[in-house]
């Protein structure tokens, strides 16, 4: 969910091919308060072009400078900053902090950009200080580099490994996660951009054309497939998230069976309290127990007091949120 690190580098990457000599700068540690996560890139071209962060406070000069001696010497750095408490407000490091930054010539791989092209998950491995980079999971490549990178892509998190007794930082590049919206009600339309903001691929489901129509749902194609039928297609995996929203059990009840049947991270589903119970009672019916009832959100969202359809929008997003980075969510009588 972190577009902001694709971002940046697709815009080195777009630079490169302009004809632009470019640096490519990547944290690869941090402690303490960096406001910026292992991971966060930041771009120099030797013109002075600049974009991404990789603190938000004064050392993206210092990195920018390394960055250009990087580009006229062609060698990688790797820049070890301390920040102490007493410069913690200039750099935005509130209760002080330390960072590596690992600042390299950028050289674009094919192979990378095939992989995120094709939806299919991979780790690009450096070895620290040298630069030599390896796309993984690689047949080729020894079992332990190939069991670092499948840590880092199930747990979805940049972060430098000792491998073979040399630092390595291991830069997971997952598929987008997905969003399945069951239902193109007011508040979907108050989900979606939330949802699309935050990276999230977003599939729109509802059989009903009155409501799943281009003008509600501008640049995105809705699916007016039966909800069993769409869940098939979509087939949810651990990268999804699932929510349905209509009240009505012929379309909520298939959608959240398939859900059940999944490992989809998240599932949530509208509905009052009493709305839910009962929802409860009829997929039990359809074989689910109780351990596999209490994996639906419901009523879905984090209670912050909603009400209009924009703040239970906002709920539905922080609880997927709160799911996919492991934080505790209260258990809903």
Known sequence: MNTDLEDTLAIATHWHA???????????????????????????????????????????????????????????????????????????????????????????????????????PVVLATSLPG?????????????????????????????????????????VHNPPLRLAIVGAVHVAQ???????ALGLSVTVIDPRRAFATDER?????????????????????TRSAIVTLTHDPKLDDPALDRALRSPAFYIGALGSRKTHAARCTRLRELGHDDAALARIRGPVGLDIGAVTASEIALSIIAEIIAARRGAALAVKA
Request: glycine content about 8%.
């Open 131 to 171: 630069g030599t980079q390896h796309l993984l999971p690689d047949p080729t490549a020894p079992a332990a580099w190939n069991s670092a990178a499948r840590t880092a892509l199930l747990h979805d998190k940049n972060s430098t490994v000792e491998i073979d007794g040399q630092p390595v930082f291991l830069h």
């Open 18 to 120: 302009d004809g632009e000599d470019v640096a490519i700068a990547t944290v690869t540690e941090t402690w303490g308060s960096s406001p910026r996560p292992a991971g966060s890139q930041m771009a120099v071209t030797k013109s002075g072009r600049m974009a991404g962060s990789v603190s938000g406070g004064c050392i993206e000069g210092a990195v920018a400078d390394a960055a250009m001696q990087t580009l006229e010497n062609n060698t990688p750095q790797l820049l070890d900053f301390g920040i102490t408490n007493e410069r913690a407000w200039e750099v935005g490091l509130a209760c002080g902090g330390k960072l590596k930054v690992f600042v390299e010539r950028l050289t674009p791989l094919p192979a990378l950009t095939d992989a995120k092209s094709s939806g299919r």
């Open 190 to 196: 108050a989900l979606v951009p939330f949802a699309a």
């Open 217 to 237: 749902f501008p640049s995105l194609s809705v699916s007016t497939a039966w909800p069993d039928e769409a869940m098939d297609h979509f087939a949810p995996d």
